[in-house]
């Protein structure tokens, strides 16, 4: 029997959550071009990325 969709979800959340711990810790020690590289993976894994983006300053503008 398969998961229920509840269980995807979390799964999915923690993922997502150790995913961005990852993310986050690579980009203290990242250059210009590495933030630009992280920036679009976290677009690519999250909805709220924008925010995220702009609260580890990833890009300037």
Known sequence: MGCSERCKEIKR???????????????????????????AKIRSLTPGAEHIIARLELESR
């Open 13 to 39: 959340r923690r993922h997502r959550k150790k995913k961005m711990a990852k993310l986050s810790a690579r980009s203290q020690k990242a250059t210009v071009s590495e933030k630009q590289f992280i920036a």
